[in-house]
């Protein structure tokens, strides 16, 4: 609904958009994020902002071992196809209490996969840069490379910002 606002800040080189993708698949979607907007709707969003001629790209977020790594090619593939100009990703982190809410979720939602997943989590240290991250960071890369996707985020510019006059900025505490 913004594209037109989107668009003006893009001619001034002052705005960019990033969606995550986590999947293609609807219903893995709805599991992993059942109140966020489907997969179909992010890439629908990339066309429409790329045809604008808004600097539009994807990131893959979170990368989940044996849920959702296999996906990234077809994903990046996806998001070329939609006009996506760039693209990045980023591993399943869980910090702290996170990692307890998380092994619950995957004991109702994915009992089978719970074990392979948590193995990978734990023994490869995805999160530290470990074997199974090193694999999932290079098939990104082979993935984006064949899509024609940039690894670049576009280059911003700050020239037309004009500081508000008046009290706006006052809080007057």
């Known amino acids: 609904r913004d594209v037109d606002l989107l668009q003006d800040l893009a001619r001034r080189r002052a ?64 998001a070329a196809d939609a006009g996506a100009a760039f693209a990045g990703c980023s591993m399943l982190r869980l910090p702290g209490a996170v990692r307890p809410i998380f092994e619950g979720w995957l004991e109702v939602q994915f009992p089978d996969r719970k074990k392979k997943v948590l193995h990978k989590l734990r023994e490869e240290s995805c999160a530290g840069g470990g074997v199974f991250a090193k694999t999932a960071e290079a098939l990104f890369e082979a993935g984006r490379r064949k899509a024609g996707l940039s690894n670049r985020w576009p280059v911003l510019s700050t020239a037309s910002f004009r500081r508000p006059s008046g009290n706006q900025l006052t809080l007057n505490l």
């Open 15 to 78: 705005a960019a958009v990033t969606l995550s993708l986590t999947t293609l698949d609807e219903g893995l979607a709805w599991v992993l994020e059942p109140r966020a907007s489907r997969p179909s709707h992010r890439l629908a969003a990339i066309e429409a902002l790329a045809k604008a001629g808004v600097p539009a790209g994807l990131l893959i977020a979170p990368v989940l071992p044996s849920l959702t790594d296999h996906e990234m090619p077809r994903i990046l593939r996806a």
